[in-house]
């Protein structure tokens, strides 16, 4: 009989405005598809927001963001000159001279209401590319609308849960977790519960956490199961006796 693979779950604290979050997704996602003959990776992404303080209804141009948040025009060019090139080489396609800087409140509601419905990694990878590559304003309700459409969600249902206040809430819930958890930056990756690991890794680093906590499931399956007590001749196990 075949062993089953070992259980990692994995949180992953980011926010969908943050450049080193996608190209971390994607190098993340090629060491999952390393080990996956090997552990049976869950993830669960986690809300964390860059800027709280972003307006929800007048969303400004990125660069506008970066030159405010680092000290001007040639310090932000700078910035973006980078992570475009680094997206580049993980074929991640960056227009940061369209994207729109608003507030992912209502992103975060979103993908926490995806969680139960399998499919909160293709919209997170939806917004990631509607920020980053389509320079839409991803904390515009319509445009949350058509991305939760675009990956099989029902957009009437979308449309209703984003204006009510459902959700809020709980993602405010997890945001005051990430802050108690001691997490500043994103993304960050926690590994089934105990390990965090800060920053875009590259894949082979994130697929030796995956194999080292792969294995260490592993050892505890095996020992749990050896110290199992085996059924007596006279047939007494688990705390009873046949007669």
């Known amino acids: 009989m075949a ?6 779950t994995v949180d ?13 997704k994607r190098r993340f996602e090629r060491a999952v598809a390393e080990v996956a003959d090997e552990v049976d990776v869950r993830v669960v992404y986690r809300p964390f927001q860059l800027d709280p303080t972003a307006s929800a209804t007048k969303p400004m141009a990125a660069r506008e963001a970066y030159a405010r948040k680092f000290g001007g025009d040639e310090q932000a060019d700078k910035i973006i000159a980078k992570v475009t090139a ?4 993980d074929d991640i396609e960056f227009r940061m001279d369209r994207a729109v800087r608003a507030n992912t409140l209502d992103a975060h509601r979103l993908l926490w209401l995806a969680t139960a419905t399998g499919r909160q990694e293709a919209l997170k990878q939806r917004l990631l590319e509607a920020y980053f590559t389509d320079g839409l304003d991803v904390g515009d309700h319509e445009v949350l609308a058509d991305c939760a ?4 969600l029902d957009r009437d249902g979308v449309a209703r849960f984003l204006d009510s206040d459902d959700g809020v809430l709980e993602v405010r819930a997890e945001l005051e977790e990430a802050r108690e958890l001691g997490i500043t930056a994103v993304p960050t990756y926690v590994f089934g519960g105990t390990w965090a690991v800060p920053g875009a890794q590259d894949s082979d680093t994130f697929a030796l956490v995956l194999r080292r906590l792969g294995a260490k ?13 085996a059924a007596s001749a006279d047939g007494c196990d688990d705390g009873s006796c046949a007669v």
């Open 12 to 24: 992953v604290w980011s926010d969908v405005v943050c450049p080193w979050c996608y190209i971390g």
């Open 86 to 89: 680094v997206a580049a080489e």
């Open 217 to 229: 499931r592993a050892a505890a399956a095996d020992a749990a199961s050896a110290a199992e007590p």
């Open 3 to 8: 062993t089953a693979r070992p259980v990692v």
């Open 149 to 152: 459409a675009d990956v099989g």
